[in-house]
């Protein structure tokens, strides 16, 4: 402002009688809020003593050119009667009240009053309806119930590890099919490079992606009508038109087969048919040599499917005009039929397969159609399962079950490049990212900053947080915008929890960090909570705090007048 100018502000304020000159509660919008922008980024359960622990170029940046605090507390002064978890603590983040006002006291957020006591998204909305929202986060709850007024959101699964185990299953009540009304039905699974789907009834009704398994199937044996394991779980009913591909079928041949003109169907492509049962003749038809051709087209007799078990009994009258197999409750091990595993058949979980086959049961427990799971050895089994359900369950010999914080690592880089992306290509104004190894090598192994555990997940988390920034840097327009960094987190950790904390510093203490241009740099010196956050956010975005709105935040670090 000139000298001039303001002499003129202080003479007309004198003559208005006021010099409570508030220019922030204006009605009018101000016109640079447009360039006022937000990112939060939360990390959950991370201990301040363990965040100024790890070696983070990035966190150690923002602290020294913004403002921050280690002293922040999870609960507040008024109201603590909700546990010290995700639930509740993300909730005070996003609404900026406490839990007797947002309603949600644990994990099953019975009672949340996010309609009264919103996500800051829905305040900046009523103010600037034209200011994109963006919300990345890993943890569905904060998606499904707290995120509102989103204009681009996601959930981010956690990605498939190398070598997992593929368990892909479904109710088929949510297709509105009863597989076990003693009625024909067909189940196909098909994997298609590292694509895995389930069909039934000609009906894609799952599919899993990332299905990067290559190995053998082990043992001996393969079996209709069980696995390897004989029991309670064998197949009770009747079973028809089994099918082993070496080739993925397409979505055409998969509808043909569903309807069950295969067996006559001359013009059928047979090619990879590696082992077929369709119960037409005798037991003794269907386990002799027989002529198929592997996928380049090689003729190969069907050694691979010949039963080294006696056949139970064919009946007649099953199927659309077929005889099928009849497995009658019993659950030895003599039950169903056994197949010699030899090649090419072995080897059909090392690319692209098809399993599929018809079965009539009332059955309502789980039911294996075939497989030859025996708990370790490479499985691919095909089953029916309690509560109407279908089930491909693909199992390599040694399965890297380990490796769950691995791939909690990769989400969050997931989530940064996710949130890079939108920050060079769109024109957001309020971001939320959120990032969860810390909470989960927390839970896995401890929080501490004693735990290398959990300080490497700090620092990847850093990594990640640098990569957001740079790409926020990268914006054309970044000189003329206001960006401010928010930094927090839940709440801290003992051991290996964090439930019940209200009494254990550990845990209830948190650290903040507040990182702009708008920001004062230094100590936050007022006691912060988890509240602070929306209402510092908001009144950046909007340069203003509503008395109405309720908040029990308030603005912290900021420069006075932003
Ligand atoms: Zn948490």
């Keep these: ?141 904060i998606h499904d119930h707290i995120l509102s007024e989103a204009d681009i959101a996601g959930v981010e699964a956690l990605p498939r590890g190398k070598n997992q185990t593929a368990d892909l299953s479904v109710s088929a009540s949510k297709f509105d099919i009863e597989t076990r009304d003693g009625k024909w039905h067909h189940l196909l699974a098909v994997r298609k490079q590292g694509q895995l789907q389930l069909y039934l009834d000609g009906k894609q009704v799952a599919s899993l992606s990332g299905v990067d398994l290559e190995f053998p199937l082990g043992g001996d ?26 080739r993925a079928l397409s979505p055409e041949e998969i509808t043909r087969s569903a309807i069950g003109k ?29 002529q198929f051709t592997d996928t380049a087209g090689n003729a190969f007799p069907a050694k691979a499917v010949s039963p080294a078990a006696e056949l139970p009994e064919v009946t007649s009258g099953a199927g659309s005009e077929s005889q099928a197999l009849d497995l009658p409750a019993a659950g030895t091990k003599s039950h169903g039929l056994r197949i010699a595993l030899t090649e090419p058949f072995r080897e059909i979980t090392r690319s692209d397969f098809t399993i599929e086959a018809r079965f009539k049961t009332t059955d309502q427990g789980r039911n294996i159609l075939f497989g030859n799971n ?30 769950s914080l691995e791939r909690e690592g990769e989400r969050d880089k997931i989530i940064a490049a996710k949130a890079a992306r939108i920050l060079k290509e769109e024109d957001p104004a309020a971001m939320f990212i959120y990032f969860h190894q810390t909470d989960a090598t927390g839970h896995a192994i401890g929080f501490s900053p004693e735990v290398p555990e959990y300080i490497s997940a700090i620092e990847n988390i850093d990594a990640c947080v640098n990569t957001v920034l740079k790409a926020m840097q990268s914006r054309p327009n970044y000189e003329n915008e206001d960006w401010l960094t928010i930094v927090c987190t839940d709440h801290g950790g003992l051991k290996r929890s964090h439930s019940k904390g209200h009494e254990v510093p550990e845990i209830r203490r948190v650290f903040l960090i507040v990182h702009g241009p708008s920001v004062k740099p230094g100590r936050i010196q007022e006691q912060a909570y988890l509240v602070d956050v929306t209402a510092t956010a908001l009144a950046h975005l909007l340069g203003k705090v509503e008395p109405q709105w309720q908040l029990d935040g308030k603005a912290v670090g900021l420069k006075a007048g932003d």
């Excluded at 000159?21 to 990390?43: F, Q, W």
């Excluded at 004989?230 to 009747?238: C, E, L, P, R």
Aim: some cysteine; proline content about 5%.
């Design 221 to 246: 044996f393969y079996y209709l009508g069980r696995d390897t394991r004989a029991g309670q779980t064998s197949f009770h009913g009747q079973l028809d038109d089994v099918r082993i591909w070496k």
């Design 374 to 403: 025996d708990g370790k050895a490479g499985a691919l089994n095909l089953e029916l399962h309690q509560n109407n359900t279908v089930r491909v369950y693909l199992q390599p010999p040694d399965p890297r079950n380990a490796s």
């Design 262 to 290: 295969t067996n006559t169907d001359q013009s059928r492509d047979r090619k990879g048919l590696l082992a077929e049962y369709t119960f037409e003749a005798t037991s003794e038809e269907d386990s002799k040599e027989r």
């Design 1 to 141: 402002m000139s000298n001039l100018k303001q002499i003129f502000w202080i003479f007309c304020l004198l003559l208005s009688g006021t010099i409570l000159y508030t220019p922030l509660s204006a009605a009018e919008p101000d016109k640079d809020r447009t360039n006022k922008r937000v990112l939060v980024i939360g990390m959950d359960g991370t201990r301040p003593d363990a965040l100024l622990q790890a070696k983070t170029p990035t966190f150690d940046r923002l602290i020294r050119e913004g403002a921050f605090t280690d002293q922040a507390q999870i609960l507040g002064k008024r109201y603590q009667k909700n546990d010290t978890i995700s639930g509740p603590g993300w909730s005070s983040i996003l609404t900026g009240v406490w839990a007797d006002k947002h309603g949600v006291h644990d994990n099953d957020f019975k009672g949340k009053n996010y309609e009264l006591f919103p996500h800051f998204f829905k305040r900046l909305k009523r103010e600037r309806p034209d200011a994109q929202t963006v919300s990345f986060v890993s943890w569905e709850p």
